[in-house]
């Protein structure tokens, strides 16, 4: 089944402790993804991937790191983690480099940081 | 599962009917704007997308109409059915390789 998969789903952490959460996709694709979602402020670009070894910030990249070392992978590393970064957060592939195709989005991970 | 938001704006409709879903976009420059579905406890869901070189797309029960003389986008749902409820974004390409999403509608489809 093709699908983006994120780990973990649910993530309960402290201020300071530097944590990874997990993005794959199984469809070849090229360009990746990472958003926030917060209530009243919509989903919000983190950073993005056109291929392995390209990344770029979006509109909200501050306290966040990304790498593509693989096609398939992209996770999103919070090297210290703050309260203000609790929200929830998606990982999106499409299958060129570009936004001007459908992206597929997974199923999203609830991040707390107290 | 995850909230979306608590404060959405929300569409009532009853099941049958169709429904119109509006978004006013922010750049003039955009050239590409796609319609996104969510459920609760699901990620954003793709729905039809249209380019700035045409005003209107049609899909299965769903058309979208573009109006770039007021920046302004909307979604018709045809014969809305419960499986409709959700909240529904818009999205521009305004910034190379970027996606910009609006705010989001709660629709809700009574039976």
């Known amino acids: 089944e093709a699908q983006v998969t994120q780990n973990p789903r649910y993530l309960i952490t402290v201020t300071g402790k530097k944590l990874t959460v997990t993005c794959s996709q199984n469809m070849n694709h090229e360009y990746m993804s990472w958003y926030r979602q917060d209530p009243g402020l919509g989903l919000r670009q983190i950073y993005y991937?056109?291929?392995?070894?390209?990344?770029d910030k979006g509109d909200v990249p501050e306290g966040y790191k990304v790498s593509r070392k693989e096609k398939r992978n992209f996770p999103l590393i919070l090297e210290s983690p703050s309260p203000n970064q609790t929200s929830l957060y998606f990982c999106?592939?499409?299958?060129?480099?570009?936004?001007?195709?459908?992206?597929?989005f997974g199923p999203g991970t609830r991040l707390t940081v107290t | 599962g995850e909230s979306v938001g608590l404060h959405l704006p929300t569409l009532s409709v009853q099941e049958g009917d169709n429904s119109i879903i509006n978004c006013a976009y922010s750049?003039?420059?955009?050239?590409?704007f796609i319609w996104y579905k969510q459920e609760s406890g699901k990620g954003p869901q793709f729905i039809i997308d249209?380019?700035?070189?045409?005003d209107k797309r049609q899909g299965q029960r769903v058309t979208v109409l573009l109006n770039k003389t007021v920046k302004h986008l909307s979604l018709q749902i045809a014969a809305t059915q419960p499986g409709d409820s959700a909240v529904y974004f818009c999205a521009e390409n305004n910034a190379g390789n970027m996606l910009t999403f609006g705010g989001g509608t709660r629709l809700m489809v009574k039976p």
């Open positions: 999106a592939s499409s299958r060129r480099g570009g936004v001007s195709y459908e992206q597929y």
């Open positions: 249209i380019r700035s070189n045409m």
């Open positions: 750049n003039s420059a955009s050239d590409y």
């Open positions: 991937s056109m291929n392995v070894e390209v990344t």
